[in-house]
C-alpha cells in the first residue's frame, strides 16, 4: 500500500476552511503539536504544517484549491503571485 502522506493533512486544512467553530488557526497558532497529534499527521505532514509549506503540501496531493483555502484558514490570505510562486515548478499546467 503507497503511502498516506496528505490524507490527514487534507482533512485538518478542510476543516480549518469549512469548520470556523474548530478555531484550528488560532489552536495551530498556540499548539502546533496539539493539533498535530489529534490529527495524527505523519512527520512529513507535521513538517509541512510546521513550516507552512504549500509545495510540500501540493506534492503529498492534497488538491490545489484545498491546499490554497486551507492555508488561509490557519495563516490569512496569500496572494494568487505568493501562491503561484510556491508552487513553481509543481504544477505541471499553467492556470
Do not use: C
Not at 28 to 44: G, M, P, Q, T
Not at 52 to 59: H, N, S, T
Amino acid at each position: 500500500m503507497g503511502s498516506m502522506d496528505g490524507y490527514r493533512l487534507g482533512k485538518l486544512l478542510f476543516d480549518a476552511n469549512s469548520k470556523p467553530q474548530l478555531k484550528l488557526g488560532e489552536r495551530v497558532a498556540a499548539d502546533v503539536e496539539a493539533v498535530i497529534a489529534e490529527y495524527r499527521l505523519s512527520e512529513k505532514e507535521a513538517a509541512a504544517l510546521r513550516g507552512k509549506d504549500l509545495r510540500a503540501i501540493y506534492e503529498m496531493n492534497v488538491h490545489p484549491l484545498l491546499t490554497r483555502m486551507g492555508y488561509m484558514a490557519l495563516w490569512g490570505r496569500i496572494s494568487t503571485v505568493d501562491y503561484r510562486a510556491a508552487l513553481e515548478g509543481a504544477v505541471p499546467v499553467e492556470y
